[in-house]
């Protein structure tokens, strides 16, 4: 009965939250460039999300009041149960996607102890474990990393810039979530995803221009809101300054170049395992996530701000917490992150 209730529990936290990608099958298929069709559908989003508001309330410069707003936003950008944006991703007409499923997938023998929930298909067919491919501006996201930048990202955004937690507790906050909650553990789909945090990461960000009263974290070049202003107690939409996912989405978020980790030795055995048949009749699947690469590298440094103010070491940098260097393995649950 406890077994039970356990596995309950971590599937109704799976549904709550987003699911996994293989960015590896199909990889090398070609796939249309989806960004004006998801920016526009945003933007549309965006300001029913305002006129909602404007009805309810009018708007000053009070925290109360930007939490009305973005309180408001949360029923278009969310996760699949509730945000329209990320059901329209992965259900409507007019979005091109790649749909692989769990049993044509990397991780279609995957263990029960590998991670329990992708190994009952019963179970992960019934949740839609395996989340659709985009294409947004040239760079291969799954759906689930738009979960991540309106769920997640609106839970750092809080805790940084409304709370005033400092940034590294912040993300280590979101690691903790990573590894109890939202996939990292044997008991759910085993999978420690290092783009789910870029994905978190560059959420804050993108909650945080919704506005821009702060500045954001990369820097004040990297400032590219506000998306909405309160003019005369009215919230009013930023028309010339429209919402555009290619300022957030990059390389980091691909898991085929910034690498997952497994919660287990044998989910890790049996990714290599999965590389290496897909080798067989492609080699340019031999080289991945053995560790860094050019790409890799060449998108860190777009995030190599201290999180500390006497960053000293390799964690007290920003891509020590998103981006994976050491390519697959094993993910410590004590020590890797402090």
């Not at 069709?37 to 930007?66: F, G, M, W």
């Amino acid at each position: 009965m406890r077994l039970i209730g356990l596995l309950s529990l971590v599937v109704l936290s799976l549904a709550a939250h987003g699911a996994e990608v293989d960015q590896f099958t199909r990889r090398f298929e070609p796939l249309a460039d989806m960004a004006s069709q998801v920016n526009h559908r945003a933007n549309a989003y965006l300001r029913v999300a305002v006129e909602r508001t404007n009805a309810a309330s009018r708007c000053d410069s009070s925290i109360k009041s930007e939490k009305k707003l973005y309180k408001e936003m949360t029923s278009f950008f969310a996760n699949h149960l509730k945000g329209q944006l990320v059901k329209d991703l992965i259900y409507k007409d007019g979005i091109e996607r790649h749909v692989t499923t769990l049993e044509d997938s990397i991780y279609n023998d995957w263990s029960l102890i590998s991670g329990t929930l992708m190994s009952i298909n019963s179970i992960a067919n019934m949740l839609d474990v395996m989340s659709p491919e985009l294409n947004i501006g040239g760079v291969r996201v799954g759906t689930d990393k738009f979960e991540h930048m309106f769920g997640q990202g609106l839970s750092y955004f809080k805790s940084h810039h409304i709370k005033g937690k400092s940034l590294r507790k912040t993300l280590k906050k979101g690691v903790f979530k990573e590894k109890m909650i939202l996939g990292g553990l044997m008991v759910e789909t085993g999978v420690f995803s290092y783009a789910d945090f870029s994905a978190n990461f560059n959420g804050m960000r993108f909650w945080n221009h919704v506005l821009q009263k702060r500045n954001d974290v990369l820097g004040e070049e990297h400032n590219i809101g506000p998306y909405v202003e309160c003019v005369d107690q009215q919230w009013v939409v930023v028309e010339s300054n429209p919402i555009d996912f290619r300022n957030y989405m990059d390389d980091s978020m691909d898991e085929a170049i910034n690498c997952s980790k497994f919660a287990t030795k044998k989910g890790a055995k049996q990714f290599r395992q999965s590389i290496a048949r897909l080798s067989k009749s492609d080699k340019r699947y031999t080289d991945m996530c053995l560790g860094s690469n050019t790409t890799l590298e060449k998108v860190a440094t777009k995030y190599n701000v201290s999180i500390v103010k006497e960053a000293k070491e390799d964690r007290d940098f920003l891509p020590h917490w998103i981006i994976n260097k050491n390519g697959t393995g094993t993910v410590k649950y004590t020590g890797e992150f402090k």
